[in-house]
């Protein structure tokens, strides 16, 4: 597909972004509704990312490793992720089409770079859904007084998959709306229940933050700080989900870039702030260090709002979980429509299919509610699978964020200069490589052994889970050559190159 192919620029009833898209190759008759708001695009970013579901997810191991100085991974990484999110503004100022990563890489690098960081994003996508709407399961369990077990936390999860999936086929302004809807309550929940732990349930000062109670004691502290830093490496990913509808949102080159960076301001503060009313709040440190205190966060929530406010706070973290799960799967239909559309995925022609009433890819959602589904069943069989394909998320998040990374430093290197209208300028190669370094440090951190006392399996399952992904691709890719199918752009970022170049 080529430019060649479109209606010239400037005929009547074609506006500015569809000659954008039809300049990068893609057909001007467009399918997506442009209907998302600036507002709601960072609502996508924002719910996607969740503080309330990172922070109340992993603020009891996170303290017991390292105690109140963990708060500080925080800042570092979402310093870290900034880089990123500036890197992917620039890149898709440059290429706004749908599915993000993927059509990046493919236009950066070439068909089989493209399809790898595809293929190891997607999976990372489904892992991660099925990974928050299984989080929700207790939290269910807790608001309808029920005790937490495999098969309520299994209803659960299903429940939240299901709920997430209908309302994505209500199409663009439903899932706008309801982002938006999930950003307020998520956002509000965090701030009144933060303002009501410092003024009323506070036992510690600012302080605390310096001091690591034995945590980490009998090791070097750094290493414990950089294991409980875990919880910041998880809470900043989402700010990509913007990109991913590019072709829903009106000036994408524009918008998207600062709809990225707001989404790492506002969640790296909601973040933030709650992480440190719940810090202050915890009467005894000791006793999550030593594990006396289990569930810090329900203890604390529970003292401060008694049973029937908790019910209000779990109801609104429920909101969290849900809205989550709901811009993951817009995410990850996007990817896999982008994907389906050029033909590189099995299945692309079901795929690729869309509904013309609600102008989304349904079957593409489905995909999005049914895979993770499937993996939420499947821990009734064995825990020890969901464990390695949720062991994959983050760092699958991560290997698709710096496939990117590299390649635009790659691109640059050969000569790309981007053309969007928000640009790095001479900071874009700086700025390139200390997202790239952010990155590779992160997944290291993530991989990092930590309990020789485990087993090698417990120790590397992080590492062992991605590879295996990697595997299955590569394999995938010399079997069935997904990359060469289809004729959407790729490769024509570097000057030196054939324009629409299918090589890699």
């Not at 990697?470 to 394999?475: E, K, P, W």
Request: proline letters at 5%; aromatic letters at 12%.
């Amino acid at each position: 597909m080529s430019a060649e192919m479109t209606r010239p620029a400037g005929e009547a009833g074609i506006d500015e972004d569809a000659e954008h898209l039809a300049s990068l190759g893609y057909s001007y008759d467009q399918q997506f509704k442009r209907e998302m708001t600036f507002w709601g695009n960072v609502s996508l970013g924002f719910t996607y990312l969740s503080p309330v579901v990172g922070i109340y997810s992993l603020f009891a191991a996170s303290l017991g490793i390292a105690g109140p100085p963990m708060f500080w991974s925080l800042i570092i990484v979402g310093g870290g992720q900034l880089l990123v999110a500036t890197v992917f503004g620039e890149v898709v100022s440059n290429y706004p089409v749908a599915g993000g990563v993927y059509p990046w890489s493919r236009r950066l690098w070439g068909r089989k770079w493209g399809w790898m960081n595809g293929w190891v994003y997607l999976c990372a996508l489904l892992a991660t859904i099925a990974s928050v709407a299984y989080g929700a399961g207790p939290f269910l369990s807790s608001l309808l007084g029920m005790e937490s077990s495999v098969n309520s936390v299994i209803l659960a999860a299903l429940g939240v998959i299901l709920l997430a999936t209908i309302l994505n086929l209500g199409g663009t302004k439903v899932l706008n709306k309801v982002a938006m809807l999930g950003l307020l309550a998520e956002l509000g929940g965090a701030l009144v229940v933060g303002f009501w732990l410092i003024v009323t349930a506070r036992h510690h000062d600012l302080s605390v933050l310096f001091q690591s109670f034995g945590a980490g004691e009998g090791s070097n502290y750094f290493i414990a700080f950089a294991a409980a830093g875990l919880i910041g490496i998880y809470q900043y990913y989402g700010f990509e989900a913007c990109g991913d509808v590019a072709e829903e949102v009106p000036s994408p080159g524009r918008t998207i870039p600062k709809a990225m960076r707001m989404t790492i301001y506002i969640g790296g503060f909601a973040a933030m702030f709650v992480c440190l009313s719940l810090i202050l709040a915890v009467p005894d440190f000791g006793a999550v260090i030593s594990g006396t205190d289990a569930d810090p966060v329900g203890n604390v929530l529970l003292a401060a709002f008694g049973p029937v406010g908790m019910k209000v706070v779990l109801a609104v973290v429920l909101i969290s979980f849900v809205s989550c799960v709901l811009s993951l799967q817009a995410a990850s239909s996007r990817l896999a429509y982008s994907m389906a559309r050029d033909g590189i995925l099995p299945a692309s022609k079901l795929l690729s299919k869309f509904s013309e009433s609600r102008h989304v890819p349904p079957y593409a959602l489905l995909l999005a509610g049914l895979v993770p589904a499937l993996i939420v069943i499947g821990s009734k069989v064995s825990e020890d699978a969901l464990v390695t394909i949720i062991s994959f998320a983050a760092m699958g998040m991560y290997m698709g964020f710096q496939m990117v990374v590299l390649a635009s430093l790659r691109a640059r290197l050969k000569g790309w200069r981007p053309r969007g209208a928000f640009q790095l300028g001479a900071w874009g190669i700086p700025v390139n490589v200390a997202a790239l370094a952010w990155g590779v440090l992160g997944m290291v951190n993530m991989a990092w052994p930590r309990t020789p006392e485990a087993g090698w399996f417990s120790n590397y399952i992080v590492l062992i889970s991605a590879v295996g992904v990697v595997v299955l691709g590569l394999v995938y890719m010399a079997w069935k050559k997904p990359y060469l199918k289809g004729d959407a752009p790729a490769g024509d970022a570097i000057p030196s190159g054939p324009r629409h170049s299918f090589s890699d």
